[in-house]
């Protein structure tokens, strides 16, 4: 019995440890193919919430990517300091993305008053799709490009308008 | 093992019956009291405001402020419950190491040892202290969160080492090396073995915990961020 109960805990052990190693290696090279994905714009088409669909490109312009949750308090400050100081990013392609079903992204645009914000852009985009194409886990994550597609650089976790503007 | 030693087991265990506690006690104490005096004296509003407005507005910099003021009496609250579960994580390793080598279970006498071991693991939290407080005294949030004192972390720029491997590096110090000697020194005692003896115990039991240990922290640090 006592064999057999020490066999049962090694092994445990064993699997424990081969499975989190497995699971680490392989989340790493996601992470990395993603990272490398990242570097330009990817190609990507998105469910705006008026019901079209469109494909992120950087058009001659730069990109801001914010991928955020209604329901986020950070994303609700991110966006009420968006509609307050929306006039440091007029250059740029603004495109707030969420996995929000579409009536919440409308919900959070009429509460938020984002409407009045020029240029910007709401759109649904599938959890999965979000996850393997940008590698969005958390939010917000805010991804800004170059006019030509080249990242500028990526935040995560709620960032001023300032400092996304600094890095257009 | 023979009936000597199965009797050094009992007279241990009946010695040492309030030690234990009051060793306890005595190490939350000092764990909280260093907590309490890093959290005062070494993250001020204004390593807040440095550190965090290139990124974020004036306004959220004093939110962020008052909820870490507000909600800081639950780490405190947190901290014993924490190191109790680590006592017990660490007794259980060593335990089970036992019982693969001797067929017995025994938590209680290596439980005290864990305690008195994890004296070892203050000091580094005590030069933290110290360090910031008198030798670099312009720091980052980075630096206090990255700073582990004789680890193989300081040999890396910082920003250069991926995310990933920060836990681990840190985890590689000579406090670590001094705490296993701790540990093994205690086991050998309630063993009444020789120290190789009660190392071997400790690198088998404790070791395996800690790669497994370590290994989670990077498979969730890959994940989550």
């Known amino acids: ?168 | 093992m023979n009936n000597r030693k199965f009797d050094h087991f009992k007279y241990l265990i009946r010695r040492d019956k309030y030690k234990i506690g009051y060793l306890l006690l005595i190490n939350m104490f000092l764990s909280l009291s260093m907590s309490f005096a890093g959290q005062k004296i070494l993250f001020s509003d204004e390593l807040f405001f440095n550190d965090l407005s290139e990124k974020i507005s004036y306004d959220q910099i004093q939110e962020i402020i008052q909820l870490t003021h507000n909600w800081s009496w639950i780490s405190y609250l947190i901290l014993p419950i924490f190191s109790l579960l680590k006592f017990t994580i660490i007794t259980s390793c060593i335990s089970l190491g036992f019982y693969f080598a001797f067929d017995k279970w025994h938590f209680k006498p290596f439980f005290k040892v864990a305690i008195l071991a994890e004296f070892v693991l203050l000091v580094p939290g005590l030069i933290k202290l110290l360090w910031f407080l008198f030798i670099q005294t312009d720091y980052t949030l980075n630096d206090l969160q990255l700073f582990y004192p004789l680890s193989l972390l300081n040999l890396f720029e910082p920003g250069t080492v991926e995310p990933y491997l920060l836990y681990p590096l840190q985890v590689l110090n000579l406090f670590e090396v001094a705490y296993w000697f701790a540990l093994a020194y205690g086991v050998a005692r309630v063993m009444n073995a020789s120290l190789e003896r009660g190392f071997g115990l400790v690198m088998a039991s404790y070791g395996s915990g800690l790669v497994l240990w370590v290994v989670l922290v990077m498979f969730l640090t890959v994940s989550l961020s």
Not at chain 1, 1 to 26: D, H
Not at chain 1, 60 to 71: A, M, Q, R, S
Not at chain 1, 121 to 139: K, W
Not at chain 1, 147 to 158: M, V, W, Y
């Open chain 1, 1 to 168: 019995m006592r064999t057999y109960l020490k066999w049962a805990i090694l092994m445990a052990f064993l699997c424990t440890l081969a499975y989190l190693v497995w699971g680490f290696t392989t989340k790493l090279e996601r992470k990395k193919a993603i990272a490398k994905r990242t570097q330009t714009l990817p190609s990507c088409t998105v469910q705006g919430i008026s019901g079209d669909t469109f494909t992120l490109t950087s058009a001659g312009k730069p990109t801001v990517l914010i991928y955020f949750e209604p329901d986020c308090e950070h994303c609700q400050r991110e966006a009420r300091e968006l509609r307050n100081e929306y006039a440091a990013l007029a250059e740029a392609n603004l495109v707030l993305l969420s996995a929000a079903p579409v009536p919440a992204l409308k919900t959070f645009v009429q509460t938020y008053q984002l409407a009045s914000v020029p240029g910007l852009r709401m759109a649904h985009i599938d959890r999965q799709v979000a996850h393997d194409t940008f590698g969005f886990v958390s939010v917000p994550d805010v991804l800004i490009y170059h006019a030509d597609g080249t990242l500028s650089h990526r935040f995560k976790g709620e960032t001023s308008i300032t400092a996304i503007a600094k890095r257009l």
